[in-house]
């Protein structure tokens, strides 16, 4: 992975974000090996893989979940010439006891977004779990300011890989500002997804929004759809932030103003969870010709992520 190249970028990509068949196959397309050759390498450490076990474990079909599997995977770090662990904490997130679902290690909504309880009720509304099956890999949203400072439209374009079989669909999240009316707010659906269901809560207005796709994706698969938010019944903004369940993947966040009302400083920020400190606090100088500003995560970590702004 020394190479900058968009294999030896995929592979870093996928040791953050899984699943697990995907990163060794990865792996084993970067450098070359065959599987009988990966066979005779870790038999040279004392461990014993049948080609035919590589070979499902690749494919996803299988999963390493036995002690002595586990530990083959370890070895399997050291032959493919990964950082330790990278493999193995897709199979066992660190403090597990125990194998899970090959999908990246997570963090729930009742850290990043509030209220809980509105968005747990309007997610039993569209009788959605939490967590849909998806995590994120490439997200570019846009977001515009309307001349009475209000937040008018929210524009997304997301890349997400699902982490189990049978995801068909997305459900996004919009939270108006204060004064918000969830009657108001346009949901409109883009490239490669169909709208479905919307609910919204009137007094926090949450909206959230089903977002269906025409086929079901397998584990691995990734998709890419686009989606917008039209508001501007909110009072004035002063900020916009996005929460992230699962660690991994770009994130790009540009906020727009409009000529007849710029603010006087912008700066970027992240949280650990809604209520903590904000750290990473970094000015951001506004584009005169297009008054935007921007921000851009590489590799992003559970928690919250945004732009706050100043009208002074």
């Known amino acids: 992975m020394a190479q900058n190249t968009p294999e030896s970028a995929e592979l870093a990509q996928l040791l953050r974000t899984g699943p697990f068949h995907l990163a060794l196959r990865s792996a084993l397309s970067a450098r070359g090996l065959a599987l009988h050759r990966v066979q005779h390498k ?22 390493p979940q036995r002690p002595e599997s586990l530990r083959a995977v370890r070895a399997l770090e050291e032959v493919l010439e990964l950082p330790a662990r990278s493999l193995h ?6 403090g597990a006891t125990r194998p899970e679902a090959d999908r990246p290690t997570g963090r729930s909504y009742r850290s990043l977004v509030a209220p809980v309880d509105t968005l747990q009720q309007l997610f039993a509304a569209l009788e959605a779990p939490t967590d849909g099956g998806l995590h994120t890999v490439g997200h570019h949203e846009r977001v515009r300011i309307g001349p009475g400072r209000e937040l008018s439209e929210r524009e997304s374009l997301q890349t997400v890989r699902a982490h189990r079989d049978g995801v068909d669909r997305y459900v996004a999240i919009h939270r108006g500002d204060a004064g918000c009316d969830p009657s108001r707010v346009t949901v409109r659906a883009a490239e490669n997804c169909r709208l479905g269901r919307v609910r919204g809560d ?3 207005g949450v909206i959230v929004a089903e977002l269906l796709f025409d086929a079901r994706l397998r584990a691995g698969d990734t998709h890419v759809f686009g989606y917008a938010f039209e508001d501007g019944s909110g009072g004035p903004s002063a900020e916009y932030i996005r929460g992230f369940s699962f660690a991994g993947g770009q994130y790009v966040l540009q906020v727009r103003f409009d000529e007849t009302a710029l603010p006087v400083r912008c700066h970027r920020f992240a949280q650990v969870s809604a209520g903590a400190p904000r750290s990473a606090q970094q000015e951001l100088t506004l584009n005169g010709r297009h008054r935007a500003v921007h921000l851009v995560e590489q590799g992003v970590r559970p928690g919250i992520l945004g732009i706050r702004w100043d009208w002074g």
């Not at 590589?54 to 079909?61: E, T, V």
């Not at 904490?89 to 660190?94: D, F, G, I, S």
């Open 42 to 63: 870790l038999a040279q450490r004392g461990i014993k893989v049948g080609v035919t076990s590589l070979s499902y474990w690749q494919q996803g079909a299988r999963r």
């Open 89 to 94: 904490r897709l199979l066992v997130p660190e």
């Open 202 to 204: 009137a007094g926090t």
